[in-house]
């Protein structure tokens, strides 16, 4: 089998599992398959500390090695891309690999890096959650979405933050050597799951605010311990024991989103749960979680995750088969 250079990109103050996740996923891969092998270069080789403290040797300098014959980039992120990303030698040396790579990639904020090489113009893009107004304003000829963990755009492929690093990987090898070799990979690595890109970064406790007073917290315990209960305004008012007008101007205050969206939310997790864990048919878990038919949870499905509910289900069902 012919092996594919895969080449990661680090710097001063870079995070230490954007490169270490996605390196073990290529090297599991080659232990199995023999189709990789794993570079890594920094602005100067020696050894690179990362943000956390602990530092990386890395072999090359973007002097000394050769951009051209690369299959694909990965690009690591962290503190330190805010100023690495004008570092000249740095960013040419990347634009000369993506210019010529078969794929190119980046981790959480090594994005910065990507646009900053000229790589990423009209792209669609990914990052950590909480660079995504920067993002956004700094770049606005890209088109930002960070609710997924990662997103393809052509051969452009982009992640969210730290552990997404791990599944954008997969997702490649995936890619390159099929599904089969991707799920071993994953069940080797002790990976619960590997996630689909369009599973949200977010989980119900950090897509809101949490709840500062008492009777917001208990419509939110109410909503949480059964999410396929009646949760119209009306009933959530009774929970607090407020009027449901003085009910929709606190909740959404506190938590940032109207009951109505919050509850859609929670219903939206217990679904994803259920398909991902069991069997039952998807009419059967809309009406258990309060979508009331499988139509009205496709709609949901579709509107937040860009999938259908059995698209989603059938990329989670077939990971168990190797975990």
């Known amino acids: 089998m012919e092996q594919r250079r895969i080449v990661f990109v680090i710097f001063e103050g870079f995070q230490p599992l954007d490169l270490s996740g996605p390196y073990e996923v290529f090297q599991h891969a080659h232990r199995l398959t023999g189709g990789y092998t ?71 904020s090594g994005v910065f890096l990507l646009a900053a090489a000229g790589l990423l113009r009209g792209r669609r893009v990914t990052t950590h959650w ?23 755009d052509g051969r452009v492929w982009t992640s969210a933050g730290v552990t997404a690093g791990m599944d954008l990987a997969l997702a490649l090898v995936e890619d390159d050597l099929g599904r089969t070799v991707a799920h071993a990979i994953a069940q080797e690595m002790v990976l619960f799951l590997r996630r689909p890109g369009s599973q949200s970064q977010f989980s119900v406790p950090l897509w809101s605010t949490q709840p ?38 606190r909740f959404t205050a506190e938590l940032g989103v109207p009951p109505a969206a919050y509850v859609e939310g929670v219903r939206l997790e ?8 069991g069997d039952h ?17 496709r709609r949901a499905f579709h509107r937040r995750l860009g999938v259908a509910p059995s698209d989603y289900r059938d990329r989670f069902r077939s990971t168990r088969e190797y975990l």
């Open 212 to 249: 500062t007073t008492d009777p917001i917290r208990a419509v939110v315990a109410a909503i949480h311990t059964d999410p396929g209960a009646r949760h119209g305004i009306t009933d959530l008012a009774g929970y607090a024991g407020l009027s449901p007008r003085h009910l929709q101007r």
């Open 270 to 277: 217990a679904a994803k749960r259920a398909l991902a864990e």
């Open 281 to 297: 048919p998807v009419e059967t878990i809309a009406h258990r979680y309060g979508f009331g038919t499988a139509e009205t949870l």
């Open 130 to 152: 909480a660079r995504e107004q920067q993002l956004m304003r700094e770049h606005p000829e890209l088109v930002v979405d960070c609710d997924p963990i990662f997103l393809r």
């Open 38 to 108: 794993c570079q890594i270069v920094a602005p100067q080789p020696g050894l690179v500390r990362s943000g956390s403290g602990l530092s990386v040797h890395a072999p090359h300098g973007v002097a000394d090695l050769d951009p051209t014959g690369i299959d694909t980039v990965v690009v690591a992120g962290g503190g330190g891309v805010d100023r690495v990303r004008h570092d000249p030698a740095l960013t040419d040396w990347i634009a000369a690999a993506g210019a010529t790579a078969r794929r190119v990639t980046s981790v959480c």
